[in-house]
């Protein structure tokens, strides 16, 4: 068994910064790649940020605001959002793609609301 405990989101104002965690915690082999998506209301849920070992991703409409990081020790992913923008609002879930008994597949966090609004 896997779990992800998201802590970070709620109400900033415009031109504010959040920061998210995701923390994994189970029976984890490796992590192949950490991640984060977020889903507005009406909206399908999207890719905002990915990192692996070797690189980073980003959506367009945050590079340069949004930063991902990850502590391995911890099996820890953050995301640093700054200079948000009322688009920014939506549920982020971070996303771990791991080994967990010799099987490979994508874990989900449970979802944090992110608010940017005056």
């Known amino acids: 068994q896997v779990q992800l405990v998201e802590s970070g989101g709620g109400l900033v104002q415009p031109g504010g910064s959040l920061r998210l965690s995701c923390a994994a915690s189970?029976?984890?082999?490796?992590?192949?790649?950490m991640g984060w998506y977020r889903q507005a209301p009406g909206k399908q849920r999207e890719l905002v940020a990915i990192?692996?070992?070797?690189?980073?991703n980003y959506a367009d409409s945050v590079k340069g605001r949004f930063a991902i990081s990850r502590d391995n020790a911890k099996n820890t992913v953050y995301l640093q959002m700054n200079s948000l923008k009322p688009e920014d609002t939506a549920v982020y879930y971070c996303?771990?793609?791991?080994?967990?008994?010799?099987?490979?597949?994508?874990?989900w966090g449970q979802g944090t609301q992110v608010t940017v609004s005056s």
């Open positions: 189970g029976s984890i082999f490796s992590i192949y790649s």
């Open positions: 990192i692996t070992n070797s690189k980073t």
């Open positions: 996303n771990f793609n791991l080994y967990s008994d010799y099987v490979r597949r994508d874990y």
